[in-house]
């Protein structure tokens, strides 16, 4: 048996602070809340299980990603036969460009607290659109409608993320983040 190191108030206090950053990036990559919470609540446990393995001397929040990132793959296995669920490949795409990026690009946080505040159907034709690539006869088809009314949604939503990102990062600016 393993000897575990002893919890430190600090890496409580990390955790503690990297729950909406950690709620916003499973959210942003599991498009059901109900999925998603249940990610949020299996990465906790995994971070507690893992903390030995945290170096206190690098930033925490790589790190808990890529705990994150461990328990979102491991729900996509369980969860492939649903029609919306990107395969490794594309996953591994978004998980690799996510983390080449500073965690603390303002921008990017507040894409993420956007996105996650957007409704499952909003969030599914935005992965559809920009990460799939579809085009708005497929997402028509995905949500029975027509193309020009998913192509008009498209730009509504893409309004609603502008006007959420550019007040997300005011506050972040005013508030600390």
């Known amino acids: 048996m393993s ?5 430190t108030a600090e890496f409580m206090a990390a955790l503690t602070e990297a729950q909406d950053a950690l709620k916003n990036h499973i959210s942003a990559r599991i498009f059901n809340s109900a999925d998603a919470k249940d990610v949020l609540q299996k990465t906790n446990l995994y971070i507690w299980e ?42 591994a795409m978004i998980s ?6 500073p965690y603390n690009d303002l921008r990017t946080e507040a894409l993420e607290f956007c996105l996650a505040r957007l409704s499952e159907a909003d969030r599914k034709r935005v992965a559809m659109r ?3 690539r579809s085009n708005m006869t497929e997402i028509a088809k995905q949500f029975t409608s027509t193309p020009n009314a998913e192509s008009v949604r498209i730009f509504r939503i893409r309004e609603i993320l502008r006007k959420c990102i550019v007040d997300r990062i005011c506050w972040l600016e005013n508030n600390g983040n």
């Open 3 to 7: 000897r575990k190191k002893e919890i």
């Open 50 to 91: 893992r903390a030995e393995t945290y170096n206190p001397t690098r930033p925490f929040m790589p790190w808990a990603y890529e705990m994150a990132n461990h328990q979102i793959r491991k729900f996509r296995l369980y969860a492939g036969r649903e029609r919306l669920v990107f395969d490794e490949d594309v996953f």
């Open 96 to 101: 690799d460009e996510y983390d080449e990026r």
């Open 130 to 132: 920009y990460e799939r």
